[in-house]
């Protein structure tokens, strides 16, 4: 890994170059990557469309970086562990050469049940070594996957499906998370009821939870297998892609309604998150490394599958629940594998942390040698405890900020090369650009001063589109500051010039880590048809970062608590467990202004009972509903 900052200085080294001449250092850095045929160019870009292009004319398959590239040298090396939900079921392990070999098996089921190349694949598997495999194995043909979390909904399912107009979809029976058996297949039946571009699906058995399979449209993983064992295992050569080809679609929320499916195209994606996963974690060779984010979201794309397998890492992949069967599983298998690197979220750190320190206490975690964190800014005790009581005081700790958008980090603390400070993700790597903007669209010089993040240049592992609708890529990114990206977060730049990231600035809740639409999650309450409005806001959670309060209002004769149970029945009917809100207050009035917009700055500090700063109320339509609002909300705190 000839890319590997060491020390501070090489760090600012590697900054300035990327600036002075950004194509000269990803060039150089692409380097490191098999490419069937080099690039022309490395970048062309404006952020005014937006077009973005690395690495053009370059043939690449990310596979053939991610597998057989390392099975001459590493062949027998573990790529995946995979430690099951049930602690006293076996765990499995992929050698390199083993993965390579179920990949290629995969990728000609793929091809016998009709993908090709540019057809898009939904997969919605539990943390199985056989999602990886399936990932890899479109990837390896050139088909475009876009993986949903396991805890959606099938009506999110379908929206997806549908918005990317996928040909195959791939689940399993069931899954096992804790105590748990997710019925993932049966929520897939529900979901293809509204879809009519899906003519296979392919079903993996891991819980064999009794399901319908449909004829002529569901066939078995292990049947599919069987029949290339029986073709005696064709070899499956990885398909030449275009570096700005499409890699994946992964859909996530924002402002409005509708979660946006965020396009990855192949060179860029690959470059970004093999050098950033090198570098952040200073990933070393024969390390294990422990991710313990889901592949349904953006960490696990990137920090599980292809970030550590174009290094040649060991991954390990967990398929349950930091509290099963106790709130000790993370330790013991930190203590079980060894592992060096740990990378986890701070709503975890806390929920462990609840539970107190005799789930640590006795666990050899020695071999730990750096921690890291994603998902939302970590606050100053999950930080203490996480270095206390995990890292000994002893390792370094990564705060990696970075967005679905994003591909990988681009502000973060790098291992005992960089600085840390407890809050802060400190300061960007090689090739970010970030600048910190006011109100009036100015950028703010100087330190000790606090804006919306931008990014002024590109990166590789930047988005380049949403799906099917660029105007709302422009729109959403790249035209509230011109010839800048915004990420919708608010950022601090301290007197030393290091960044903390502050939150979002935008309607949209960061819940355990997750990202979740006000305004999704406003459709999905108005659906219900006794609400006739609804306003959602987030407030400080101890466990999950933020909360969900829902301010409803319901039409008068209904019976409030069945009400309340209907409209979270109705939430995770159209998104999934994980929108429901943690508070609802039935309300008569909503605070409005004179035009009619809701003034949800009023609900949040409501919700977060800070009613000193409650501001002006006076432009309201009618200010009296502020106090009734107060009050219905101080009956909730007593009760
Ligand atoms: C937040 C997750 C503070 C942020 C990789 C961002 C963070 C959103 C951090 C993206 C961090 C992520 N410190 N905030 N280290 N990491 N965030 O798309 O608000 O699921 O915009 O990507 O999470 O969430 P997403």
Known sequence: MSFQIKTFEEYQDAYQRSVKDPEQFWGEI????????????????????????????????????????HIYQYGDKPAIIWEPNDPTEAHRILSYKQLLNKVEQFSTVLKN???????????????????????????????????????????????????????????????????????????????????????????????????????GRDVWWEDEINKVETQGNPPCPAEEMDAEDTLFILYTSGSTGKPKGVVHTTGGYMVYTGYTFANTFQYAP????????????????????????????????????????????????VEKYKVN???????????????????????????????????????????????????KGKCPIVDTWWQTENGGHLITSI??????????????????????????????????????????????????????DHERCKQTYFSTYADKYFTGDGCYRSPEGYYRITGRVDDVLNVSGHRIGTAEVENAINMHSDVVESAIVGYPHAVKGQGIYAYVIAHHHIDAEKTRQDILQTVTRII??????????????????????????????????????????????DPSVVDAIIQGAEKIRQA
């Open 286 to 333: 024969g390390d294990v490394y422990f991710c313990t984010a889901d592949i349904g979201w953006i960490t696990g794309h990137s920090y599980i599958v292809y970030g550590p397998l174009s290094q040649g890492a060991t991954s390990l992949m967990f398929e349950g629940v930091p509290t099963f069967p106790d709130a000790g599983r993370f330790w013991d298998i």
């Open 576 to 621: 999934g467990a994980i929108a429901k809100p943690d508070i609802i207050q039935f309300v008569d009035e909503l605070p409005k202004t004179r035009s009619g917009k809701i003034m949800r700055r009023i609900l949040r500090k409501v919700a977060e009972d800070d009613l000193s700063s409650l501001g002006d109320t006076s432009t309201l339509q």
């Open 415 to 468: 291992a005992g090369v960089t600085p840390q400070l407890p809050g802060y993700a400190l300061l960007p790597l090689p090739g970010v650009q970030p600048c910190l903007m006011d109100e009036n669209g100015n950028e703010i010089e100087g330190n000790d001063v606090s804006g919306n993040l931008c990014i002024k240049f590109p990166w590789p592992g930047m988005l380049r589109t949403t799906w099917g």
């Open 113 to 215: 049940n009709n993908i090709r190349k540019g057809d898009r694949v939904c997969i919605y598997l539990p943390m199985v070594p056989e999602l990886v495999i399936a990932v890899l194995a479109c990837a390896r043909i050139g088909a475009i996957h876009s993986v949903v979390f396991g805890g959606f909904s099938a009506q999110s399912i379908a929206d997806r499906i549908n918005d990317a107009t996928c040909k195959l979809v791939i689940t399993a029976d069931g899954g096992f998370r804790g105590t748990k058996v997710l019925e993932l297949k049966s929520i897939v039946d529900d979901a293809l009821m509204q879809c009519q571009s899906v003519e296979k699906v392919i079903v993996l058995t891991r819980s064999r939870t009794p399901i319908a399979m449909l004829k």
């Open 341 to 391: 690197i740990l990378y986890t979220a701070p709503t975890a750190i806390r929920s462990l942390m609840a539970f107190g320190d005799s789930f640590v206490e006795g666990k050899d975690l020695s071999s730990l040698r750096v921690l890291g964190s994603v998902g939302e800014p970590i606050n100053e005790e999950a930080w203490n405890w996480y270095n206390e009581k995990i890292g």
């Open 30 to 69: 692409a380097d490191n990557f098999f490419w069937k045929r080099k690039w022309t160019n490395v970048l062309s870009w404006n952020f005014k469309e937006p077009d973005i292009k690395w690495f053009e004319g370059g043939k690449v398959n990310i596979t053939e970086n991610c597998l057989d590239r």
